[in-house]
């Protein structure tokens, strides 16, 4: 049977330098052999992904280069990904994971063409019934990313079964967004792949690769538009939301024309618009998405590159942080102008954060990658409140407006196993939970009706674990293959409080 080079690059968090540079040309020839006989079936002529991942550097900027050639050689358990120690020696493995690191010798492009070439339309919508094939409350719906061996549940979210499972492309990332009526839902994984599911007849309706190395996607207020931000090439990518069919590929250029990535999109519902954050050049976009739109960029100037970043309830104002800046800046969306500094310590993780009402008044919460606290902050006066220690650093929060907790995860050190309920009122941390010892607890999200919350046990022997929310009594357990992302239907369609937007 022919040996699969599959690499998978679930490396949380590890933003890893390129190749070494010692390589003779005879080693990397010798490489680029390897690479042809062994590789190329499943990851592609040109390195771009196939039925396995790209392998590109971009793509595997996220993965330590030791474990790079630790996949080539022992393989990936739970994939089709082959061990290759008894095939190459060591010096060739070495090589080849160099190589694998290293841009390819012609530069990687992704067009127009392409993208079209790679679109199918698996389901035809217009002759799909319009109302639920299933017996499940369609708002109280959760999608779950496994992320493990690449896999979508559709959980019930009142019965807490799985109601159907699919194959997703490789390492879906960020949360999928829904049609405003929640039957649809839009899934982007990092090698660029854009599936479109249908929630009612729990179907595949299409497929379109809109780049080779994507970062999340945003659907239109009116459910019309996908928007697709990449990072190669570093474009927006418009599609059709009926069946992804390509409308416009908008190259992210700067004002003087340097080329940029796009770092996110998202949606901004009050305003009718999409806003996007751009990597290399210092300016936010607003493109409007309202009737026909001309998706010509308003750009915002920034005083600094914006890494990460989150908007007021109103979405009048972003709260954005620059990762070489000690703090944030706010935003004024409708004047582009900074309006305020607000003093963040270490590298808080403003995407992941959340708010909520405390005497009367919003408060916004984010978790901070690099160290062990929370910032609270005043959304009127953009104070900061409290920092409250944790017990290491965290990456999502999450809560709901039913829930008098906001539940933070220790993502990273020693405690990962840990969850942390912060009581929203008094700001301090009310309860900590362990739900299985030594393994990472992770992510967060309620049913509608904040009844309940499903908590990721982030392993490949996992589990999504069902709590009561306010008396903390575990449910249910459903074991899975290291769950991650999961989202509900409706606080998602409502762009409800506590939920990522
Ligand atoms: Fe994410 C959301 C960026 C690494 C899991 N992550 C997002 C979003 C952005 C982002 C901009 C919001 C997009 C959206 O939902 O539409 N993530 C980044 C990074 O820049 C970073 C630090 C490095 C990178 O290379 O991308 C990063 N993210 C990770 C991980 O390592 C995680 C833990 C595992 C993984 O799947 O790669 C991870 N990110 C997630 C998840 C969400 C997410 C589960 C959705 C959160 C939500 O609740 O909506």
Redesign the pocket.
Known sequence: MKRRLLLT???????QGGAAASLSGAALEQAAQDYQAQCQGCHGVQRFGASGPALLPESL??IKPAEVREVIAKGRPASQMAGYAGVLSDARLDALADYLQRPPATPPSWSSEDIRASHSLLNDIGRLPATPQHNADPLNLFVV?E?GDHHIDILDGDRFTVLARFASHF???????FSPDGRFVYI?S?DGWISLYDLYNLKLIAEIRAGLNT????VSKDGRWVLVGNYLPGNLIVLDARDLSLVRNIPALGQDGSPSRV????TAPPRDSFIV?LKDVKEVWELSSRDTPDWQPRRIHAEDYL??FSFSPDYHQLLATSRKAEGGQVIDLDSGRAVSEIALPGMP?L??GTYWQRNGRWVFATPN?SKGLISVIDLETWKLIKEIPTLGPG??M?SHINSPYAWSDV?FGPDNDAIQLIDKQTLEIAHTLRPMPGKTA??V?FTHDGRYLLLSI?ASDGALIVYDSHSLKEIKRIPMNKP????NVGNKIEFAEG???
């Open positions: 690059l679930a490396c949380l968090g590890a933003v900027s996220r990313v992320a390492a879906v990332h960020g949360g999928p967004k982007a990092r970062r999340n996607l945003a770092s996110a999109v998202y954050a890494d990460d993780h995407g992941s990658i990456f999502f999450r993502f992770a992510h999200e982030w991650s992302g999961k989202y939920t990522s937007h």
